[in-house]
Every structure is written in C-alpha cells, then in structure tokens.
C-alpha cells in the first residue's frame, strides 16, 4: 500500500488532502501538533478506503520535529509522499525555545528538518515525492537571507510571504540537488481556503477546504510530472513564481544556511 505523510492534518486542507489520499486507498500518516490531535483527526478520517494512522509533534520545538521523523520512518520505511502542508500565521513576533522566528521555523525550517530526516526513506520506492504548500502570497514577498529570523523588519504578513517564499524555492532547490536524485518535489498555491488560518487572520471567505486540497493532490497524484520537478502550481497547473524561486544562487543560499542552523538535528 502507497504511504503518505501529511503534516497539519488535523483540520483544514490538511485534513481533506488525507482524506482524498484514503478515498484513493491510500495509507496515510495524519499529524497532528499532538496525540491527541491526532487521533481525533484519524477518528473523522475513518472510512472503507485507505488507512489512517496517527502521528504527532509540535513543529515549534524542533526535538519534537526530530522525533516525529523517527516516527515515521518506524512505520514506513519506504515513504511514497511528504506533503508539507502545516502552516502558521503570528500576529506579533515570537521566538521558538530553539530561537527561530515563530513562523519561519514551523512553515520554512522544522518542514526542512523532517523533509531531510525522511530523505531515505522517500528514496526506497520508485518515485517519492514531497509536496511544499506554499501560497500564491510568496509572489510579493521577500525574504532577507542575512536575516532569516526578521529581526529587522516585522510584520505578520511580511513573515508569512517570506516562508512561503521560502517554501517554494526549497522545492526548486531540491529538485536541483544530486543528493534528492529520485525524488520530485512541488510547491503550489492552494486556494483563498476558508481555514482557520483565513478567517482569524483575514476574516470571513475563502473556497472550501475540500477545493483547497485540489492542487495539493494534483502535485501528489499526477503521473509523469518529471518533467515538471521543482516547479510551483496554481489551480492544478504550472504557474509563474516569484524569480528568487527561479534563481539557483538564492536557492543554494537559502538552503546552505537553512543547513548550518539545523544541523544538529539531522543526524
């Protein structure tokens, strides 16, 4: 049976990605922040189809990070699809206890740390993918690479779009690196989705979250996408991002420094 992880789906599109992997007889691997979370999504998510396992770890502290990869690998070994789909959104500027700026280190570097601890184990079957929901907001977005914890300029918005930002040229990056040879990787823009994100943050609207899974499964579920590795998707078809995504220099960057500030748990 094909294995996926998503993260963040204890509700919202999160959620409705898992449930339209199991409605394809998949088994998939639902996280929540924690067990419970979890479990009670795995409850909802029961049906004739698929599996539905529990999984779990706060992604603001990244030894849970850590210990939600070896979670998984203990369940699957060989890992069809990570879907990167937990999100955050901070009103005001916070740190992580590890010292990463709250939505950067959830959205951007703890999805980073569990997309690199599960590397192998996407690598033992024929064609695993990882899927970086990002937003169609990176587009607008900038994101300084000598000062990733925004300690100069700060502002809600402006730290969501950079890890959006960063999102989708992790994707493009990885699709260029010899060491993810195997793997194809995707970043999209889901939809204005009427999740709790939206509305606490941007009041009421937004399309169904079952309609904001839509591209998310499209990337996961498409057959000969290779020719598309590393791209970003809107609407369920390839779309233009922003040029740094584009840029090999600024994607190595990010990615080099990405690395020296999680190193120590990699291994």
């Known amino acids: ?7 963040g789906a204890s509700d919202g599109i999160g959620l409705e990605t898992a449930r339209g992997l199991l409605k394809r007889g998949w088994r998939v691997l639902v996280h929540g922040r924690d067990q419970a979370r979890a479990g009670v999504a795995v409850k909802a998510l029961k049906g004739p189809q698929g599996e539905a396992v529990p999984v779990w770890g706060d992604l603001a502290e990244m030894d849970q990070v850590w210990a939600l990869g070896n979670q998984v690998k203990r369940l699957a070994p060989a890992l069809d699809l990570l879907i990167n789909n937990a999100g955050v959104f901070e009103k005001e500027r916070r740190l992580t206890k590890d010292g990463f ?12 740390v569990l997309a690199q601890r599960l590397r192998t184990s996407l690598q033992a079957v024929p064609a695993g993918r990882v899927v970086w929901v990002s937003s169609q907001v990176h587009v607008g977005a900038d994101l300084p690479l000598d000062d990733l914890d925004l300690a100069r300029h700060w502002s809600g918005y402006g730290s969501y779009g950079a890890s959006k ?3 989708a040229a992790t994707a493009a990056e990885q699709a260029r690196r010899p060491e993810w040879k195997g793997v194809l990787a995707f970043s999209l823009h889901p939809g204005v989705v009427a999740t709790k994100l939206l509305h606490q943050n941007f009041g009421a609207g937004g399309i169904a979250t079952e309609d904001g899974a839509k591209t998310s499964l499209y990337c996961a579920l498409q057959a000969r996408m290779e020719k598309f590795n590393g791209g970003y998707f809107k609407d369920s078809a390839p779309a233009q991002p922003h040029p740094k995504v584009l840029d090999p220099a600024f994607g190595q960057k990010l990615w080099d420094l990405t690395q020296s500030r999680v190193e120590k748990w990699l291994s």
């Open 165 to 167: 930002l960063a999102n």
């Open 101 to 112: 700026e709250r939505t950067l280190g959830i959205n951007h570097f703890a999805h980073w």
């Open 1 to 7: 049976m094909t294995t996926a992880l998503v993260t």
